[in-house]
T-cell receptor
Framework: SQELEQSPQSLIVQEGKNLTINCTSSKTLYGLYWYKQKYGEGLIFLMMLQKGGEEKSHEKITAKLDEKKQQSSLHITASQPSHAGIYLCGAPNTGTASKLTFGTGTRLQVTL | DTGVSQNPRHKITKRGQNVTFRCDPISEHNRLYWYRQTLGQGPEFLTYFQNEAQLEKSRLLSDRFSAERPKGSFSTLEIQRTEQGDSAMYLC??????????????FGSGTRLTVV
């Protein structure tokens, strides 16, 4: 079965600093979803990447998909306290994209 | 459309009791998924419906768990004879899927179950 490994597991950054979170798959990626979760709440959709080399940005968050490396990265520029939370990557198991397999998440804290 | 709605948000139950959760997906979405998330872990897939048909069930879904999606609209997840190990966040997601693709994979706010 597919496994997604996220690194780092947790991260503390000072407000204004940049950071990168990585998500590496044990199998071929047929796309990659990034979500954010506040503690005890549901998942908020950030971005979906479908093709190798694809890069998407939303506000100060940029995500890239490297199909050859079976990896995606999420980059936050000039972090703010509102970026704090748990970032989760999820990948569909097959090309038909039914269920998602998730990584264990990266917990981000942003200090003032 | 208000997104994916889950009720209740929180449920505390005594061990051995039955509980039922409800999920109302985004109206035009034909696919509905249930996931379970324990503390410090990512969500784990439980089951998936396309319209009213339950197409896949995880081995995590023991015989105490049952899910339905009558008429292809809302879905319910029932847990019978709850155990302390069932304590978790239960998440519902919906999407619009066709031609081997999924669009708008949206999650609800979840139902947090505590079994005491």
């Amino acid at each position: 079965s597919q496994e997604l490994e996220q690194s780092p597991q947790s991260l503390i950054v000072q407000e204004g600093k940049n950071l990168t979170i990585n998500c590496t798959s044990s199998k071929t990626l047929y796309g990659l979803y990034w979500y954010k979760q506040k503690y005890g709440e549901g998942l908020i959709f950030l971005m979906m990447l479908q093709k190798g080399g694809e890069e998407k940005s939303h506000e100060k968050i940029t995500a890239k998909l490297d199909e050859k490396k079976q990896q995606s990265s999420l980059h936050i520029t000039a972090s703010q306290p509102s970026h704090a939370g748990i970032y989760l990557c999820g990948a569909p198991n097959t090309g038909t994209a039914s269920k998602l397999t998730f990584g264990t998440g990266t917990r981000l804290q942003v200090t003032l | 459309d208000t997104g994916v709605s889950q009720n209740p948000r929180h449920k505390i139950t005594k061990r051995g009791q039955n509980v039922t959760f409800r999920c109302d997906p985004i109206s035009e979405h034909n696919r509905l998924y249930w996931y379970r998330q324990t503390l410090g872990q990512g969500p784990e897939f439980l089951t998936y419906f396309q319209n009213e048909a339950q197409l896949e069930k995880s081995r995590l879904l023991s015989d105490r768990f049952s899910a339905e999606r009558p008429k292809g609209s809302f879905s319910t997840l029932e847990i019978q004879r709850t155990e302390q190990g069932d304590s978790a966040m239960y998440l519902c997601a919906s999407s619009l899927g066709w031609d081997g693709r999924n669009y708008g994979y949206t999650f609800g706010s979840g139902t947090r179950l505590t079994v005491v």
